[in-house]
């Protein structure tokens, strides 16, 4: 059996930072009130994500379900999934209420989805150090050095499409905010 944890848990790494990132892109666009910009990109950042976490349902955990005796049950990185998924998509709804309101300060606005969304990246973050910590090094163990390789070049090639895809319009999108996001588009 294999012993490298680097392949899969440097991949998973990578596209969770490129994930935060771009979560962290919508939220400046909050706080700069710029309530449509941040609904776009949190309208790709649920795209990426979904495609993200459904790669990770069809090929990670059917062979994780495998390993003998996990650290984490399979059912549980798929219950945080669907969990990631609902908190996410009743961000995107109170963010695209949000833009309907009148009357109300846009400050508290903000302070609200922001709030809320705090929420979403508490469990983002407990998820992704679950995954790190045991289903990437678990699964190095079990696979022998060639078919990590090859899921890890496979989930790689999948994921990057999915951000190559979106690339120009996010670029586009990130060029509207301060320059400190603007730094976030060549990890993206």
């Not at 049950?73 to 833009?99: D, F, G, V």
């Amino acid at each position: 059996m294999a012993t490298d944890t680097a392949p899969l848990l440097n991949l998973l790494n990578h596209y969770h930072q490129r994930l935060e990132n771009l979560f962290l892109c919508q939220q400046e666009a909050l706080v700069e009130q710029r309530f449509e910009l941040a609904s776009q990109l949190l309208t790709h950042y649920q795209a990426l994500l979904s495609a993200h976490i459904e790669l990770e349902n069809s090929l990670l955990l059917p062979l994780h379900e495998k390993v003998e005796k996990p650290r984490w049950a399979s059912s549980l990185y798929k219950r945080e999934h669907e969990r990631i998924l609902t908190l996410l998509s009743r961000a995107k709804e109170k963010l695209n209420a949000a833009q309907l309101e009148e009357g109300r300060s846009p400050r508290r606005l903000v302070i609200e989805l922001l709030d809320y969304q705090r929420t979403l990246k508490g469990v983002l973050e407990h998820h992704e150090q679950r995954e790190e910590q045991g289903l990437a090094p678990e699964l190095s163990t079990m696979l022998e050095g060639s078919e990590q390789s090859k899921l890890a070049a496979q989930l790689g090639a999948a994921w990057q499409q999915y951000f190559a895809e979106r690339q120009d319009t996010l670029n586009a999108l990130l060029t509207q905010l301060d320059l400190d996001c603007r730094s976030y588009t060549t990890k993206l």
